[in-house]
């Protein structure tokens, strides 16, 4: 499963395409850019965040299944440039195709950084449907969750919505799991002298166990434990949003099943009260767990994420 031998067509499509661009801290990150397929009417651009341990195309492509790579052809974003979609994002700091040490950060907002330059620049490479005049949206899974809406506060007049799939809003019932208790007292001092060091484990998906076998056979994904400055920054960084949600006031659509216990829902419902959003929308969608665009059920969530950019894009051009 070596991501540098796959062809490009492959994960790209026959329109795709993807550069490497040097962040502030000299780490090369990988950008993906999807346009809208040929013959639609570009609607607007989604800005796409993936979870912690995995990658971009793992996330948001097509899966074939243990020990092969995802594909364009039939995935989500495949769907989105189908329905005049302009679809982009990267691969993480350690993630992927970009470089740096595996699923590591020196602070958090170094993913939400990266984030922002793609969204930023992916309308100024002059790729087709990547038009300066149409509204962006920004979605995240899990830990790209809480990266996205961080952004979202960040740079309020970027995005026209946020869309989140078990978003990483709240680690405090994480943290009273097993040692955690023990360990949350000495993770700032832990991740000033040992910030590299593998420590803390997250939940396994139980009630799918195929989906697990996959991730645990993508040699591309990080499987050991959780390293220390990470387990501090997600920490610390959902704490800032927690303090922060309420002046989330643009758009959002939610999705958290009840069962997820890798994030957790309440932490998403009590976000979705908070937000001072006149437009806002939660979605626990039923018998599933944390792997929302994989997991049965999947086609729903794809076509409710469609209708509400459809609906959000037509109020945009009917403004303009």
Request: aromatic share 8%.
């Amino acid at each position: 499963m070596d991501l540098s031998a796959q062809p490009a067509t492959e994960y790209l499509g026959p329109h795709g395409s993807k550069r490497f661009y040097t962040n502030k801290l000299g780490i090369d990150i990988c950008q993906y850019f999807w346009p809208a397929a040929p013959g639609t009417n570009p609607k607007g651009i989604l800005v796409l965040a993936h979870g912690h341990g995995g990658y971009l195309q793992l996330d948001f492509l097509r899966s074939q299944g243990p020990g092969r790579l995802s594909l364009y052809e039939g995935s989500f974003v495949q769907q989105l440039n189908a329905a005049g979609y302009a679809v982009c994002g990267n691969d993480d700091r350690g993630a992927g195709r970009s470089g740096g040490l595996r699923c590591y950060c020196d602070s958090f907002n170094d993913y939400v950084s990266d984030l922002l330059d793609v969204a930023r620049c992916c309308t100024t490479l002059g790729i087709r449907s990547f038009e300066e005049r149409l509204p962006k949206f920004v979605c995240g899974l899990s830990k790209g969750g809480c990266v996205v809406l961080t952004a979202a506060l960040e740079a309020p007049d970027l995005f026209g919505g946020v869309i989140c799939l078990a978003p990483m809003v709240s680690l405090e019932k994480v943290a009273k799991r097993g040692l955690n208790p023990y360990l949350r007292p000495l993770g700032k001092l832990l991740s000033r002298f040992v910030p590299q060091l593998p420590l803390l484990s997250a939940e396994r998906n139980t009630m799918y166990p195929d989906l697990q076998y996959e991730f645990d056979r993508d040699e591309n994904c990080y499987h050991d434990k959780t390293r220390v400055r990470n387990a501090q920054e997600y920490l610390e960084a959902t704490e800032r949003l927690v303090a922060n949600q309420a002046k989330l006031r643009m758009p959002l659509l939610l999705f958290h099943a009840k069962g997820d216990t890798l994030t957790d829902p309440e932490g998403t419902q009590r976000l979705f009260e908070a937000a001072e959003s006149s437009d806002k929308t939660l979605i626990s969608p039923p018998n599933m767990w944390h792997v929302l665009l994989k997991e049965p059920g999947n086609e729903l969530i794809v076509k409710q994420i469609l209708e509400w950019l459809n609906q959000r894009t037509a109020q945009c051009a009917a403004s303009n």
